[in-house]
């Protein structure tokens, strides 16, 4: 049974940082590509990044520069660490395994329960 776990979400004042964290269960982690999505209120869910087996990375155009995602196959786990925060990044964040191929993220239909971050202005 695959499980996500999301943590580190939070409240922070513009142009604060937070690094969100998933751990993974059930799945061969190292042989997984990961992805961290988010969702705003009468929004569509939408990839922030994704991860490969081997470290490359692909982000949204609204956080590249900003937002950082990491993966310690050890502990089975991907962080996201974000940076500069605006109050467009305020969403629910979720964890997800999926694929990988020519560059970009594919995802499966596991998810985590999510982590709310909200950035005050």
């Known amino acids: 049974q695959v499980q996500l776990m999301e943590s580190g979400g939070g409240l922070v004042q513009a142009g604060g940082s937070l690094r969100l964290s998933c751990a993974a269960s059930?799945?061969?982690?190292?042989?997984?590509?990961m992805g961290w999505y988010r969702q705003a209120p009468g929004k569509h869910r939408e990839l922030v990044a994704g991860?490969?087996?081997?470290?490359?990375?692909v982000y949204a155009d609204s956080v590249k520069g900003r937002f950082s995602v990491s993966r310690d196959n050890a502990k089975n786990t991907v962080y996201l660490e974000m940076n500069s925060l605006e109050p467009e990044d305020k969403a629910v964040y979720y964890c997800n395994t999926g694929a990988w191929a020519s560059g970009r993220y594919f995802p499966n239909p596991y998810w985590g329960q999510g982590t709310q971050v909200t950035v005050s202005s």
């Open positions: 991860i490969s087996t081997g470290g490359s990375s």
């Open positions: 059930g799945i061969v982690f190292s042989a997984k590509a």
